[in-house]
């Protein structure tokens, strides 16, 4: 009781920054944050998303958001947002292009977009001298692990596509710049596969570019407005020849995200540099997905093996102890609450 109220008090006033605010785990931890009192800012270009997810956000929270349509990779337009306001206290970095396989194919764009924005954003946050920055990481930093699940202190591997690329870089630029500037707070956290949708309804991932996630492809198969599911792969060397990865309730995922910024919050000026991992520890693999949600759904679902995408890693999961034990982060959710989700 007395850590909330003590909270309660630090949330106070704070304003957060979300970039990408209207993406798909953007616009979830918008919502998480508001409920648990702070308040917030989205920026976004709306490259990946619609603006109208403001309005949703509006209806679950009953709060208007300051809301900038800006490309963070305009530095003078990025810094436009802290001249307005310079009582920012913490960023979320989540805006970024994250298609494994349409980074495969347009790989400038991707260093350009995720790294340039990064570059700006931080460049910020030292001018305005913003005492917490958390930045969205991904699994896909581990390349293809020697050892799982993998912990925060597993070996980085070669990333497999340009979009991972991003992200090693995007973690080393932060490494750098902590060292640089040591009162400064950063989190990384590496999320695993984020699915599922909000328990309301009303928050949905609705991407403007090609879907290549797993869950939305196999809800558009049930619903009919897909053919069939065309499997990238099925002789990997796993139990059934399809990848594993470890899928995490996107309502979990937000959660972290306050968790994160309550930690740094409580470590004002003492300039924390931690990386987590934010997945079940539960390994899934493609055919398991979709066995899941046949029983979910009481649906026969259509799919075929087709072959391999470029930039996929075998099999992750994750060891989350880390998070668990220094963010009181527990995620409460399974792979069928993700389908019941998006049913
Ligand atoms: N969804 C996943 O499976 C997953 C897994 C691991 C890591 N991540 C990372 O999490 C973050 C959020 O992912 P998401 O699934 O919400 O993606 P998303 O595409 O739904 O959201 C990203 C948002 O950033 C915006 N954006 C992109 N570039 C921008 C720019 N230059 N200026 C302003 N806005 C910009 C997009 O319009 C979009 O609304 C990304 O950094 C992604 O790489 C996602």
Known sequence: M?????????????????????????????VDLIQK???????DNYLNSESEVLQHIKRLTGKDIIAFATDLTN???????????????????????KSVGESTKIPLQYFRNNVGSMLNILECQKEWNIPH???????????????????????????????????????????????????????????FNPAGIHSSGILKEKA??????????IEEVYRGQRDKLI??????????????RDYIHIEDLAEAHTLAIDFLVKNEGQGK????????????????????MEKVSSTKLNYEIGPKRDGDVIQVFADSTKAKQELGWLPKKGIEDIFNSVL
């Not at 403007?208 to 492809?217: F, G, N, Q």
């Open 37 to 43: 009192g702070y308040e917030v800012i989205s920026v």
């Open 75 to 97: 530095l003078e337009e990025t810094k436009n947002i802290f001249k307005a306001h310079p009582d920012i206290k913490g960023i979320i970095h989540f805006a970024a292009l």
């Open 2 to 30: 007395l850590y909330k109220l003590t909270l309660d008090k630090l949330n106070g006033s704070m304003k957060i920054l979300v970039t990408g605010g209207c993406g798909y785990i953007g616009s979830h931890t918008i």
């Open 133 to 191: 920055f958390v930045f969205s990481s991904s699994c896909s930093v581990y390349g293809n692990p020697d050892s799982l699940p993998v912990t925060e202190d597993t070996p980085l591997k070669e990333a497999e596509s340009p979009y991972a690329r991003t992200k090693q870089i995007g973690e080393q630029i932060i490494q750098d710049f902590a060292k640089a500037n040591p009162t400064l707070n950063f989190i990384l956290l590496r999320y």
């Open 208 to 217: 403007k570019r090609e879907v290549e996630t797993l869950v939305p492809i």
């Open 273 to 292: 540099l931690e990386t987590y991992n934010l997945g079940t520890g539960q390994g899934v693999t493609i055919l398991e997905m979709i066995k899941a």
């Open 231 to 244: 499997i990238n792969g099925g002789d990997y060397p796993t139990r059934d020849g399809t990848c594993i």
